[in-house]
């Protein structure tokens, strides 16, 4: 059974940094892409970064480009996404999603992780 | 790029059918077949109910279908159920950004 397990949300001040963790297990995860995706309180989706099965590959939207970085290690089964001079507008639960093998969606999610930006 | 329109509710009672529209561009939606929509129960993770615009994975209902036209992507919910109460989310492959979604659609069983 496919899973991927959110860690590492929390309360952080303007500006500072926080790194989330995504526990990947019930599927051979250095086979496939994997995206970050946030959901701000009480709005839709939003996709964040993206990076390619063997790592060699990453991309951003605009509003994280050049704060977050996405990252994996392969040997752990885990995703990463650091985050750093976080700003109010950040707030949102981030979900960790797996690339379809073969189609352009994400099949699977985890439950989310917490972020919240204030001071 | 800017989100998909969708419409904020949408409701219906048990047994009845509810369509949700989607409306993108020529820049996402009218030039992909990668639109897909997912359920999210309060609280909960998304889940892919359906994906290339009209494909259901293995274990969704078939009461789940989807179609497009243009640039406005549909999804239609028959035989109406109490679980199917939910947000509801399109997405389409895009050709600047991997991904952009709909701000959701809430579907009320009455």
């Known amino acids: 059974q496919e899973q991927l397990v959110e860690s590492g949300g929390g309360v952080v001040l303007p500006g500072r940094s926080l790194r989330l963790s995504c526990a990947a297990s019930?599927?051979?995860?250095?086979?496939?892409?994997m995206h970050w995706v946030r959901q701000a309180p009480g709005k839709g989706l939003e996709w964040v970064a993206t990076?390619?099965?063997?790592?060699?590959?990453?991309y951003y939207a605009d509003s994280v480009q050049g704060r977050f970085t996405i990252s994996r290690d392969n040997s752990q089964n885990t995703l990463y996404l650091q985050m750093t001079s976080l700003r109010a507008e950040d707030t949102a639960v981030y979900f960790c999603?797996?690339?379809?093998?073969?189609?352009?969606?994400?099949?699977?999610w985890g439950q989310g992780a917490r972020v919240t930006v204030s001071s | 790029q800017s989100a998909l329109t969708q419409p904020a509710s949408v409701s219906g009672s048990p047994g009845q059918s509810i369509t949700i529209s989607c409306t993108g561009s020529?820049?996402?939606?009218?030039?992909?077949?990668?639109v897909s929509w997912y359920q999210q129960h309060p609280g909960k993770a998304p889940q892919l109910v359906i994906y290339d615009v009209n494909t259901r994975p293995s274990g969704v209902s078939n009461r789940f279908s989807g179609s497009k036209s243009g640039s406005t992507a549909s999804l239609t919910i028959s035989g109406l159920q109490a679980e199917d109460e939910a947000d509801y989310y399109c997405?389409?492959?895009?050709?600047?950004?991997?991904?952009?979604f709909g701000a959701g659609t809430k579907v009320t069983v009455l």
């Open positions: 990076i390619w099965d063997d790592g060699t590959n990453q």
């Open positions: 020529s820049s996402d939606i009218g030039a992909s077949n990668y």
């Open positions: 019930g599927f051979a995860f250095s086979t496939f892409g």
């Open positions: 999603a797996r690339l379809h093998k073969t189609t352009a969606t994400i099949d699977y």
């Open positions: 997405s389409s492959y895009t050709r600047s950004i991997p991904y952009v």
